[in-house]
């Protein structure tokens, strides 16, 4: 197993290292003989420690050597995260804009209730975007960068729900020789947590995007662009066992009306223990979008060519 290559002093690193996840310092990844995938986390959620090991955790179970760079939005003050932490860990589209990378990953944000436009970064979301065009190859866009990937490049717009979609859902394929899904089976799981959606005709009617699974429940699952550059995933493949159970009790103490989230517990039941049922397809969406999609498209010089 090949491992992520990472900050030695990143916090994520140790955890990492008691969960047997295979992790490198750039200082040892030096003497190795082959180009490890550059790939940039755009990380948007407020608890980026959280968010930055959960990612690691599916990156770093693939058969390939990367090299992590976290951005982070210049244009918005984080209240969860320490400023030393971006300081020593994070960069801004300033800082990188001049390099190139193999994939990029956009993470969700918390500001799904608000119109794309009134969010405090849009505008900087939005250069990042253009400029991913010609210095990335391939990206992956997480639950509320998914609706505002699609918004921003095809004007496909979200729309609100009448309750929120909180919980663990069943999903099917619907492209059955994908590479993407190679080893999954016909059906599986996903955590959800959401207040919108981007509706299912919408894309259909857009020529240049495709469906490639959906849940009967929880709707569109995951849409990819034609050439396959693009992945928009809805929801949040990867949640730690108890992310979901930490918002919902978060929320219940604070005496917020909130639904014991779908599927989740065992038999639905808050006091009885998480049934965990989405990690075996998260481990495999990542890996085959890295192998697949990126791997083994992107020319072994493109980080060096301008």
Not at 44 to 50: A, G, I, Q, R, T
Not at 224 to 248: M, Q, S
Request: aromatic share 12%; proline share 4%; with cysteine.
């Amino acid at each position: 197993m090949s491992p992520v290559v990472i900050p030695k002093h990143l916090p994520a690193n140790q955890i990492l290292r008691s969960e047997n996840i295979f992790v490198m310092n750039r200082e040892r990844a030096l003497h190795q003989d082959i180009r490890p995938l550059h790939i940039l986390i755009v990380n948007l959620m407020p608890l980026k420690e959280v968010t930055e090991a959960q990612l690691l955790r599916l990156l770093g179970n693939t058969t390939l050597q990367v090299e992590i760079t976290l951005l982070h939005m210049a244009t918005h003050a984080s209240k969860n995260t320490s400023r030393d932490h971006l300081n020593a860990f994070y960069h801004t589209l300033e800082d990188v804009k001049t390099h190139r990378y193999d994939a990029m990953i956009v993470t969700g944000a918390p500001v799904e209730t608000l119109p794309f436009e009134a969010v405090t970064y849009w505008n900087e979301f939005r250069d990042i975007m253009e400029w991913a065009e010609t210095n990335v190859f391939s990206t992956m866009y997480i639950c509320w960068a998914a609706q505002a990937g699609l918004y921003a490049r095809y004007g496909i717009d979200k729309h609100g729900l009448d309750e929120k979609l909180f919980g663990v859902f069943e999903h099917k394929i619907h492209v059955t020789n994908e590479p993407l899904f190679r080893g999954f089976d016909d059906r599986f799981h996903a955590p959800h947590s959401r207040h919108t959606e981007v509706n299912t005709e919408d894309i259909q009617n857009h020529e240049d995007l495709d469906i490639l699974a959906t849940s009967k429940d929880a709707g569109l699952y995951i849409v990819a662009d034609k050439a396959r550059k693009h992945f928009f995933v809805t929801g949040h493949p990867e949640y730690d066992r108890d992310t979901l159970a930490r918002e919902f009790f978060r929320d219940r103490d604070k005496g917020m009306n909130i639904d014991v989230p779908s599927s989740y517990f065992e038999d639905d039941d808050p006091d009885h223990p998480i049934r965990m049922s989405w990690k075996g397809h998260a481990h495999l969406l990542f890996s085959n979008w890295l192998n697949y999609y990126v791997y083994q498209l992107t020319d072994y010089d493109f980080i060096e060519k301008k």
